[in-house]
């Protein structure tokens, strides 16, 4: 899906050195016993118009690092920069100026929209928050929104509950789209959908796209979904990116053996052909206390005697980039040093 726009366009958001560590609390005076490192030291970029796809795992910490963009939760390290900007040192008022820009959809259509509000005060809330226009304005920019959306301009009066589950998704979209933002996080924005549905709104986020040029950070946990709809995507696993490449680079040569593994999982539509499945052995370890060196060689088929002590580095091919101690060796040719 990568487009010679996105390609050639500026780079939109900045996210460098990103850490979010939550503490743990212990006895009766609450004191910090450990620390869950959700994600730690991630940086990427993405460019105005671009899709990034972000997947990994349940619990690798891709959710928070979509709320993070936002601020919707403060980093405990690291800076987020949205055209040039940095976000923790703008003034309260200028980020929320700068968040109608910034939007989200979230993955579950029944709990994300209040179920006392109609359909109308619900996407036109913003707006009005805003201050954009008077509210006859405001409700025009609703109705337009809604038909933007593939929805009848007539659900303004409605309530959530009258809706299918693709409906609502398709109202929360809305509610992300009505002040015309340049960026949105998409966090596992159909997981909670019906295959059948799924297709429908992952058109509609295309669409949008293409028509209003707009920069997706698209989370999810299903390869074949991100590969349709993303421009890069980076793969992560308990906190930290593993893998970062163009999508169709990505998907035709994975070089980290937990994308390998990830890519193993995804159906063929093709009764014909049979693909070998990578069964990783164990479960995540608790990102309360991590694996030592690379936090993936508990799990890993090919972990040698220096995953367990060293973190790999950045290893960056022409722009496919991977962290992995094997994949340098075998293409650098030179082992890295304990
Ligand atoms: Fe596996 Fe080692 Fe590479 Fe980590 S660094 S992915 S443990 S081979």
């Known amino acids: 899906m990568s487009t010679e726009a996105s390609k050639n366009s500026e780079v939109l958001l900045r996210v460098e050195h990103l850490k979010n560590y939550f ?18 030291d991630i940086s990427f970029e993405i460019k105005a118009g671009e899709t990034l796809g972000l997947v990994g795992e349940s619990g690798c910490g891709k959710t928070t690092v979509g709320h993070s963009v936002l601020r919707l939760i403060t980093p405990t390290e690291g800076r987020v920069l ?16 700068m968040r109608q820009d910034m939007q989200i959809i979230f993955q579950d259509p029944f709990s994300s929209l209040n179920p006392r509000m109609t ?17 006859k304005e405001r409700a025009e920019m609703v109705r337009d ?49 019906d295959v059948s549905i799924q297709s429908q709104i992952i058109n509609l986020l295309v669409e949008l796209k293409e028509r209003y040029n707009l920069a ?24 930290k990116i593993v893998e970062l490449a163009d999508s169709t680079e990505l998907y035709r040569n994975p070089l980290h053996p937990y994308t390998q593994a990830l890519l193993s999982a995804v159906p063929v539509p093709d009764p014909t052909r049979r693909k070998q499945r990578t069964l990783l052995p164990g479960d995540v370890p608790s990102p309360l206390n991590p694996p030592s060196g690379c936090r993936f060689h508990t799990r890993c088929p090919l972990a040698i ?5 060293v973190e790999p580095r950045e290893l960056d091919v022409e722009g496919h980039k991977v962290w992995c101690h094997v994949v340098e060796e075998q293409i650098t040719g030179s082992r890295p040093s304990s």
């Open 305 to 309: 005697d220096i995953c367990k002590k």
């Open 145 to 193: 929104t809604l038909q933007k959306c593939g929805l009848d301009p007539a659900y303004v009066n409605r309530f959530p509950h009258e809706f299918s589950g693709g409906q609502r998704q398709r109202i929360g979209i809305a509610r992300a789209l009505v002040l015309n933002p340049k960026f949105i996080v998409c966090d596992e924005p159909v997981s909670a959908l």
């Open 82 to 97: 949205f055209q040039g900007k940095d976000l923790s040192h703008l003034p309260a008022a200028e980020l929320r100026a």
């Open 119 to 135: 359909v109308g005060a619900i996407i036109g809330e913003a707006l009005a928050i805003h201050g954009r226009g008077d509210r």
């Open 23 to 40: 503490p743990v609390r212990q006895g009766l005076l609450s004191r910090v016993a450990a620390y869950v490192k959700a994600v730690d």
């Open 216 to 239: 997706y950070l698209f989370i999810a946990h299903d390869l074949s979904v991100v590969e349709y709809i993303s421009d890069r995507v980076a793969v992560m696993y308990l906190g």
